[in-house]
């Protein structure tokens, strides 16, 4: 049997005691014309240009930027084309990153490929208790171009925490249960101080609440104590600074602020101050 | 060193809180280093409960009691029950035989009665008593309260006098309170329902500063300093001592400061610290400081020093000077 194929149409020849194979082939190829002819689809035409963010995701902290780059290949352009590039917040909000020289001008040409960049930078707050903020990047091509563009690149912010003093910083993690968990709330202050001189001091402001041993003759008949535990306090050591973990656990039932200040040169009198909604700086007035 | 220590009695009426070097402890003559201390327990009728029938039966509790501080390694504590005298219904006062007696006038459930003299200029320890009230020897064996009671009671006839409490929110007796401080010291009015042979770290580094093993203190070394509130001394304030050397905290020992702002801390092992200080937490277990001149700071607020300070073997580190607050709201107010 032979078969040879022009462009369009499949014919197959059936020699005597061959398999009706040509047969097939032709339903095989979504019907046959009444007068045996077929037609294929033409393939789609090669995107003009491809666009692709260099890989992520991408892992920023608080208070820094990040270089993102773009890569790009030219099939055929017949004139500059210009694409942007948006922001989608997802757990962050639109006021926790920005971008600035998000404009991709892609040259005119065949065969070309390139590279462009722009920033990304993640915005400072006065919050220290978000956990990583997460949030995309995704293209937005200008029109009259057949473009392929890359999927959205993955972003992530880490909280910077905050600097009531020069040798400070501080992150809080949000409030969990503690134990047992009908009782007690916990966070975990991770403080980063620099070594030197005596380093700061951080003053318990709130809360206390009042404790009422047994009258004892003429001896104060309450205490006002500081209402919380000390869960846990871990210290490790880097090239230098220091790094503290404090696990302060507070009853959940009479549950108050948690007032800290911090006293040294050039400290930020006001301190910090977490509520059931969340940790931040405070500012002086 | 001028500034005091650990809470001990003092062996001079001149030092309200005396250093180690100056604590009041036995005399030589009555219990001198490395020797063995002996108790008994009195013959009282009224050594009864549910499961006890005679004085015999409370040999086990005071034998416990007594171990809890026996067992301290790097301190020189030997001391036993023998057993019961029948020749006595209670203690003789100043006879050098500490023995273990039924009160039926004991207000408080026990207490220490220390018996010192005037010996080569300063005050020696040269007897100790423990009674307990009727309701408190019937319940030695049905609630293990009344052995940390005797517990806490011995370690008065030690010569330690009240530790400080830690800082915690007070949950009662029936949750088990750690935390990076650890239990509160059994010789404090704290929460302690740990482990019952198992005393804090603040009450072996006490009763080891008063009767020391062998070449214990040749490893250790000390953290010296000042406490103020503004340019004033803070009198009478807790200053404790996290260590932090392994990563984890666990085990704060504590010292107060004394007229003059001064503290030292005695007898640490060698590492990193961080350093807290903060008022008395127990107010009631401190009455011969709330009578002292110039009282004790009871309005500061709680801090902690952020960069830890290192302490090396045979050496002071001096020079800590650490600025409190007056931001606690009103101690003394109606509730």
């Not at chain 1, 101050?273 to 931040?280: A, G, L, Q, R, Y």
């Not at chain 2, 063995?36 to 499961?51: E, F, I, K, N, Q």
């Not at chain 2, 500061?300 to 073997?313: N, R, Y």
Request: aromatic share 8%; net charge negative; with cysteine.
């Amino acid at each position: 049997m032979g078969a040879w194929r022009r462009a369009g149409r499949v014919q197959a020849t059936r020699a005597p005691g061959a398999p009706v194979i040509g047969l097939l082939v032709c339903l095989g190829l979504a019907g046959c014309g009444g007068d045996g002819s077929t037609t294929v689809p033409a393939p789609p035409p090669p995107p003009a240009v491809t666009v692709a963010f260099e890989p992520g995701p991408l892992d920023v902290r608080e208070g820094e930027t990040a270089e993102i780059r773009v890569a790009y290949q030219v099939h055929t352009l017949d004139a500059p084309w210009t694409l942007t590039v948006s922001t989608l917040p997802v757990t962050a909000s639109a006021a926790d990153f920005e971008l600035s020289g998000a404009t991709i001008d892609i040259p005119a040409g065949q065969g070309v490929s390139g590279e462009s960049s722009f920033e990304l930078a993640a915005l400072a707050d006065s919050q220290f208790d978000e956990g990583p903020e997460t949030g995309a990047l995704r293209f937005v091509p200008g029109g009259g171009v057949n473009a392929r563009l890359g999927a959205d690149l993955q972003v992530s912010i880490q909280d910077g925490g905050v600097a009531p003093c020069p040798a400070l910083n501080i992150v809080a993690t949000r409030p969990e249960r503690g134990e047992p968990a009908n009782i007690y709330i916990h966070r975990t202050f991770t403080l980063q101080v620099m070594e030197g001189g005596q380093g700061p001091v951080m003053e318990f402001v709130a809360p206390y609440r009042k404790v009422f041993p047994d009258l004892i003759g003429d001896l104060p008949n309450s205490n006002t104590n500081l209402a919380i535990n000390i869960e846990a306090w871990e210290l490790t050591t880097a090239a230098q600074h220091v790094e503290h973990a404090v696990d302060i656990q507070m009853r959940n039932d009479t549950f108050r602020d948690l007032e800290l200040a911090f006293h040294a040169a050039e400290c930020d009198a006001a301190g910090v101050v977490c509520t059931t909604e969340e940790c931040s700086m405070r500012t002086a007035n | 060193m001028d500034a005091p220590g650990y809470r001990f009695f003092t062996a001079s009426p001149d030092t309200l809180l005396p250093v180690a070097a100056d604590a009041q402890r036995w005399a030589k003559s009555v219990w001198a280093p490395g020797e063995m201390l002996t108790w008994v327990v009195a013959g009282d009728p009224r050594w009864t409960s549910r499961l006890i029938d005679g004085p015999d039966e409370i040999i086990p509790f005071v034998a416990q009691a007594l171990a809890a501080w026996a067992e301290i390694e790097t301190a020189d504590i030997r001391w036993k029950v023998s057993g019961v005298d029948t020749s006595l219904d209670d203690a003789e006062t100043g006879d050098g035989r500490p023995t273990i007696f039924v009160d039926p006038e004991a207000e408080r459930g026990s207490y220490a009665r220390i018996v010192a003299d005037w010996i080569a200029g300063e005050w020696v320890i040269t007897d100790c008593d423990v009674p307990l009230s009727p309701f408190a020897a019937a319940s030695l064996d049905s609630d293990i309260w009344w052995t940390y009671v005797l517990i806490h009671e011995f370690g008065h006839c030690l010569g330690l006098d009240h530790a400080g409490t830690f800082p915690r929110v007070d949950e009662g007796r029936d949750l088990h309170l750690r935390g990076a401080f650890g239990i509160d010291p059994l010789m404090s009015y704290g929460n302690y329902y740990g482990d019952l042979v198992s005393l804090a770290p603040d009450d072996r580094l006490g009763s080891s500063l008063l009767r020391p093993a062998a070449r214990w203190r040749d490893s250790t070394g000390a953290v010296a300093g000042v406490v103020t509130i503004g340019d004033d001394p803070a009198a009478f304030v807790q200053v404790f001592a996290i260590p932090v050397s392994g990563g984890i905290a666990g085990g704060a020992v504590g010292s107060f400061t004394n007229e003059e702002g001064e503290f030292v801390l005695e007898g640490l092992d060698p590492g990193r610290y961080v350093l807290w200080t903060g008022p008395l937490n127990t107010l009631h277990a401190h009455g011969h400081l709330l009578a002292a001149s110039p009282p004790p700071v009871i309005d500061a607020t709680d801090q902690a020093l952020l960069l830890p300070v290192t302490v090396t073997s045979g050496a002071v580190m001096d020079g800590t000077r650490i600025g409190a607050h007056r931001s606690r709201p009103e101690r003394l107010a109606n509730p």
